[in-house]
């Protein structure tokens, strides 16, 4: 089985964000650090994130007037520590095109609608295809609305937040689904991830939890 999940590190304290990496790096595809994570560690952060060897996912949603989306994606592809940085898709064509075209090898997701809302598939698949038109790589969306993202395109990735653990709460989030079930209906599509916080690290030990997590699935 594929390593298919992205370690949402929803942590305020640097530290514990490293214990959580240095536990999860064998089982996990990749991490996810968020506007508060990245406000403390800066790149320099970044750098010891990335010597674990996972792929970094930028949380920062950005979203602003073309030419400083354009700026701030050239500053944070120039870094060359980060594989995936989220921008707003409701921030409209002219600023997401802006975005892609100073990219480089930094691969764009757009934000789709937030888990924590309630959501139409329309209203998804009309900010998808804006994605796609847009030259993104991939798309944020909640497992939820995965066929119906999938069915637009079988190139794009599909990262999928609100993923619970085993028998976890929902917290903030309306549109979840547990990992068991995004693995069966996302089977054998390897630009499918699941994005899990919370489940992981929140207590007990953060490497035994995400085994456990993965094997549910099996």
């Not at 309306?174 to 919370?198: L, Q, T």
């Amino acid at each position: 089985m594929k390593k298919n999940i992205f370690v949402a590190l929803d942590l305020s304290n640097f530290d514990k964000a490293l214990d959580v990496v240095n536990s999860v790096k064998n089982d996990a595809a990749g991490i996810k650090i968020t506007n508060e994570l990245f406000a403390i560690c800066g790149k320099e952060g970044l750098k010891k994130f990335s010597d674990f060897g996972l792929e970094i996912f930028l949380d920062l949603k950005i979203l602003d007037i073309p030419n400083t989306v354009k700026k701030t994606v050239a500053s944070i592809a120039s870094l060359k520590t980060v594989k995936y940085l989220t921008v707003h898709t409701s921030g409209d064509y002219d600023m997401l095109k802006a975005a892609q075209e100073s990219s480089g090898q930094l691969e764009l997701l757009g934000v789709t609608v937030l888990t924590s809302q309630s959501s139409s598939k329309d209203q998804v698949k009309l900010l998808t295809n804006l994605a796609i038109k847009s030259g993104l790589s991939g798309v944020i969306a909640s497992a939820q609305e995965y066929g119906s993202v999938r069915s637009l395109s079988k190139n794009l990735k599909i990262f999928c937040p609100g993923i619970r653990g085993i028998e976890d709460k929902k917290h903030d989030q309306k549109r979840v689904m547990s990992y068991s079930e995004f693995c069966k209906i996302s089977k054998n599509d390897n630009r499918a991830f699941a994005v899990i916080g919370r489940p992981v690290y929140e207590s007990g030990d953060a490497g035994q939890n995400i085994k456990k997590i993965i094997q549910s699935a099996s």
